[in-house]
């Protein structure tokens, strides 16, 4: 069983204990820096667990921190658009609110992102007071800033992924060539944007549950 499996099983585990201790809704956070392959484990932690549901009625939902990314218009008015993906270009406090909401059993609807047309779609995405399990997923939720920090309390789990600053490069070069920028742009973009808040990620994030390399 390679690693990777083994972290996921250990996920659904400490999943399964907080059901036998009958908490209404479990919260999980995902994080790491860009490229770490946190909606890749998101995604399948969302899978395993909804289908090993009995009611089917009832499901797992994911929670991307992306949905909160500022608008393009108002990056371009702050002279933020090239630091797209920083701390600073995320609505964190919107963040804050809307998951103490999800917290306390509120129905509510967030907003979601689409990467191909770069862009928030709000109330994308529904959670319920019946919704068991929230995969809250993104770079910034373990930092040690308000009002991300303020959120630390409304974890069950925290999960950290950090494969390396070589392997992240390797891959964030590649996320841009794939949507269509050439080898000098790519560079650019991973070398002048994503890694700086990679590092600022795994400098800054607080103490996890299960980290992940």
């Known amino acids: 069983m390679d690693s990777l499996q083994i972290n996921i099983n250990k996920i659904l585990s400490s999943i399964s204990l907080f059901e036998k201790n009958n908490k209404k809704k479990q919260i999980i956070a995902i994080s790491g820096p860009p490229g770490a392959g946190k909606s890749y484990l998101s995604n399948i932690i969302l899978r395993k667990y909804n ?91 373990l930092i040690d800033k308000s009002p991300w920090s303020s959120c630390s309390d409304l974890y069950d789990l925290k999960i950290f992924i950090n494969p390396g600053i070589d392997v992240l490069r390797e891959r964030l070069i590649q996320r841009w060539l794939d949507f269509g920028f050439d080898i000098q742009q790519a560079h650019k973009k991973a070398n002048e944007n994503d890694l700086i808040n990679a590092e600022f990620v795994i400098q800054n994030s607080s103490k996890n549950d299960i980290e992940i390399n």
Do not use: C, W
């Not at 797209?84 to 270009?89: L, Q």
């Not at 909401?101 to 779609?121: A, H, W």
């Open 51 to 141: 289908d090993n549901l009995i009611d089917k009625k009832k499901h797992a939902v994911i929670f991307p921190m992306d949905g909160y990314h500022l608008d393009n218009k108002e990056l371009i008015d702050t002279g933020l658009f090239d630091r797209k993906g920083s701390e600073p270009s995320f609505n964190s406090e919107k963040f804050a609110r809307d998951l103490y909401k999800v917290s306390q059993n509120k129905d509510i609807k967030i907003p979601g992102f689409d990467r191909e047309l770069d862009k928030t779609i709000a109330d994308q995405i529904s959670i319920t007071s019946e919704t068991p399990l929230v995969i809250v997923e993104g770079n910034y939720l």
